[in-house]
Structures are given as structure tokens and as C-alpha cells.
């Protein structure tokens, strides 16, 4: 427990600082406020009070007067109406087949257990050449280092106006970058699916490279999760504002078999055996089942407390509860006294290859009957019954925790997001 960033212990200790520096009513007089990481110290280790990866993470207190902070020197933050997170952008669905060279033997790509290791895996099976687009790329400069001096502007999402800033030289981290013939490529690389992503990421290694070479620089965000790469290309259209990202391209790739087709469904559906709805936990209420999958990643080399999902992954309490709730509901983790873990049996998909480890979800989702009542009706009329008809259905099941009709309406769409889910699988 002692390296949870505990949720309440940050909100705690920034409601505290904030009365004692009276920052709301510095921010409404000079629109900014300054604070050490001495000052911070104070209350809590500064490493994990000004660290939030995503908009949802931000403090309680942030949340509430729409708030954001940023570093400028090693030592200094501020703290502002600052728009400093960006949406990511509907993805396209296709996805790239690529492979590893037959001489490699160190990587498995059933067992990308890092984000340097997925990188690995992008770089030798030449995911990242195809993507960037140039020529001899070849691995560069990454890890930690000074972010250099430079101005720019952000928006200020209170006054909508800009804000002006000035760093000097505060720690970065360079997950990855790599150098072709026209081009220098800066990497952020996540195995977490999220909603959004803190610009800064990107930004300020833009900053500091575009001082020191002549050569294009792209910045691309990577993300790794079931088996697929997902990358997109940003480009600042104004260099000196932060808020200037604009998506170049999105792109998917894999370096295994994603071919599913409708049979493959099919036969699931002829072979399911059903289980009992469970008794001790409600039914999902978890729209998106990718995120899902991916809880299951993060939990694939250790045991995670509630409180550590939360603040490691893009979400707040309450959906950490719903998807810990859903992805228990179909036997993929177990948890005890809030700490989480996987099953056997999600340790055994988890080990398949990516063609067997979807149909293996497939067949969590439909032995549970409803799902499997829905996908037969799907595929009988040719589209998703609607929500009426869903929730007829459901009031038919004996499904546990469902007590009013908001809650059957809520619950319908995870039933309907999921058996999206499974046909959008097939790509035959």
C-alpha cells in the first residue's frame, strides 16, 4: 500500500494547500499561481501530487474550479485554468498486418509485458518505419532530461483567452524516439486505453528538439494494448501554442493473425455451456469491453489495489468499481479486500494468441444467456435489437442488482456495447 497514490490522500492534501495559499483568489487576481515542489512538500511527496496523466486523475479541488497544472523549471509549477489535455480521436478500424523477422527469437509478441517491449516489437517488426514514413530509422535518445528554455501559449479555458509561459529547463521523459533520413520522431507509449492525454507529453519534447535540429519533428502517441498497435501522429500548427496539436493520421497495426469471421462466432455460440447468473455481483455496467481486456493487462504481472487502478489508469472510483465489477462478473479477475488479481482463467486467455484470446472473451460474454439471446437476435435480423426489446429481455433473466428501470436502461447499453464488440470482430 505504501506506493498506492491514494485518491483521498491527494485530494486531502491539495484542499489543504489551497487554504493555506488562499489559491483560488491569487488565480481569480493574477490568473496564476505559483508553488514550489518545497511548498508542496509540506502536505505530500510533490512526485505524486502534480503528476496526472489524464483530465479525470486531476484532484478533487481541480476538478471543481477547472483547474490544471504544469511545471516550468524543476522545481516550480503553476496552476491555472489551463486547457492542458487533449481528446483522442475516433480511431480507424483497420488494422496493418506486420511481422517480426524470422531470425528473432528474444521477443514474443503473446507476452509484451512493458511499453519499452512493445516498442521493441513495433521497431523490428517495422511498424514504426511504415508509420513515420522515412528511410534507415534507427532508435535515438530517450529517458530523462532538461526540456531546455522556451515561451509558449496555452488557453485559458475560464477567460477564453491565452495564457503566456515561460519555462526554463524543467525534467522531461522521452519514452522513445527514433531518426530516419528526413525525419526525427519523438514517442509517448502507454499500454492503458484512455480517453485523453496530457499534451505536455508530447509538447514539450517537441520544444526542446525543434531548437536543436533541422530535420522534421513528428510526434507520435503509441498505444499497446490486445494485441494491436495504435499510433497517431500530432503536429503543433503553431510551434510556440500548446493547444495547436492537430491529428495527422491514426493508424492500427499487428504483428499477429486478426482474421475472425462469422463461423468462428458461430461455433461459439453452438458449443456455449451457460452459467449461473452470479449472486454477489451486480450486472456490468461497463460500456467500453476494451478497457476491460486491458484491466486484465494491467493486472497480468501483480496484484493492484483499487485505490492504485484508479490513479495508474484514465479513471475516477466509481468506474474503477464498475469495470473491477464487470470484469469479475465474467470470472476474468478476482478481488478480496479491494485488491485485485487475475483469475486463472484470464491468465490462461491472456496466453493465447491473439485470434484464440478474442473468441475465449467471446465465450465469457455469451455464457452468460442474455448476451447470447441478444447476438442470436442480431444476427437473426441483421442489426442490434433495440433497447426496448433488449430490456424486455432482461427483465426476463434474473439479473442480480437491478432494482428500477433507469438501472435496466443503464445496464442495456453495456449489453449492447458488448455485442458490438463481438461483431466487430469479424473482418473476414
Not at 479486500?337 to 475465449?360: M, P, T, V
Request: charged share 30%; net charge neutral.
Amino acid at each position: 500500500m505504501s506506493e498506492i497514490m491514494s485518491e483521498n490522500k491527494n485530494n486531502s492534501a491539495w484542499q489543504k494547500i489551497f487554504e493555506k495559499y488562499d489559491v483560488l483568489r491569487e488565480i481569480e487576481r493574477n490568473n496564476i499561481f505559483k508553488i514550489s515542489a518545497e511548498q508542496i512538500r509540506e502536505f505530500r511527496e510533490p512526485r505524486l501530487m502534480a503528476k496526472f496523466d489524464h483530465k479525470i486523475n486531476l484532484p478533487k479541488i481541480f476538478l471543481e474550479n477547472g483547474l490544471s497544472i504544469l511545471p516550468i523549471t524543476r522545481g516550480d509549477y503553476i496552476i491555472s485554468h489551463f486547457d492542458l489535455y487533449h481528446k483522442f480521436e475516433a480511431e480507424n478500424k483497420n488494422i496493418c498486418k506486420m511481422q517480426l523477422p524470422d531470425y528473432i527469437q528474444s521477443l514474443d509478441c503473446n507476452d509484451i509485458f512493458s511499453e519499452s517491449v512493445a516498442l521493441n516489437c513495433a521497431f523490428a517488426s517495422g511498424i514504426i518505419s511504415d508509420f513515420i514514413e522515412d528511410e534507415q530509422i534507427i532508435p535515438a535518445v530517450f529517458g530523462r532530461m532538461g526540456a531546455g528554455s522556451f515561451n509558449f501559449s496555452v488557453d485559458d479555458v475560464k477567460n477564453s483567452s491565452k495564457l503566456s509561459i515561460q519555462v526554463k529547463n524543467p525534467q522531461i521523459e522521452i519514452d522513445a524516439s527514433y531518426e530516419g533520413i528526413n525525419n526525427f520522431a519523438i514517442f509517448e507509449a502507454k499500454r492503458d486505453i484512455s480517453e485523453d492525454f496530457l499534451i505536455r507529453q508530447i509538447y514539450y519534447p517537441y520544444r526542446m528538439w525543434k531548437e536543436k535540429l533541422t530535420k522534421n519533428i513528428k510526434t507520435v502517441f503509441f498505444v499497446y494494448s490486445n494485441g494491436i498497435y495504435h499510433l497517431y501522429e500530432y503536429k503543433f500548427e503553431n510551434p510556440e501554442h500548446y493547444n495547436s496539436l492537430q491529428l495527422v493520421k491514426q493508424k492500427n497495426y499487428s504483428v499477429e493473425d486478426t482474421k475472425i469471421t462469422v463461423e468462428d462466432i458461430q461455433k461459439i455460440l453452438s458449443e456455449i455451456n451457460f452459467l449461473p447468473e452470479p449472486e454477489d455481483i451486480p450486472f456490468p455496467q461497463a460500456d467500453k469491453f476494451e478497457r476491460i481486456i486491458n484491466l486484465c493487462e494491467l493486472l497480468s504481472k501483480k496484484e493492484m489495489h483499487k485505490d492504485e487502478i484508479t490513479q495508474k489508469y484514465d479513471f475516477d472510483s466509481r468506474q474503477t468499481n464498475y469495470y473491477t465489477a464487470a470484469a469479475r462478473y465474467l470470472g476474468l479477475i478476482e478481488g478480496k479486500n479491494l485488491k485485485y488479481n487475475l483469475s486463472n482463467s484470464g491468465k490462461k486467455i491472456l496466453s493465447c494468441n491473439f485470434k484464440n484470446r478474442q473468441l475465449a472473451y467471446c465465450k465469457c460474454i455469451l455464457s452468460h444467456k442474455i448476451f447470447y439471446d441478444i447476438l442470436r437476435k442480431y444476427f437473426e435480423c441483421g442489426e442490434m435489437p433495440d433497447k426496448n426489446y433488449i430490456i424486455r429481455l432482461m427483465k426476463k433473466s434474473n439479473l442480480n442488482d437491478i432494482k428500477s428501470d433507469e438501472t435496466f436502461g443503464r445496464r442495456s447499453s453495456t449489453i449492447k456495447s458488448w455485442i458490438n464488440w463481438i461483431v466487430e470482430l469479424i473482418n473476414e
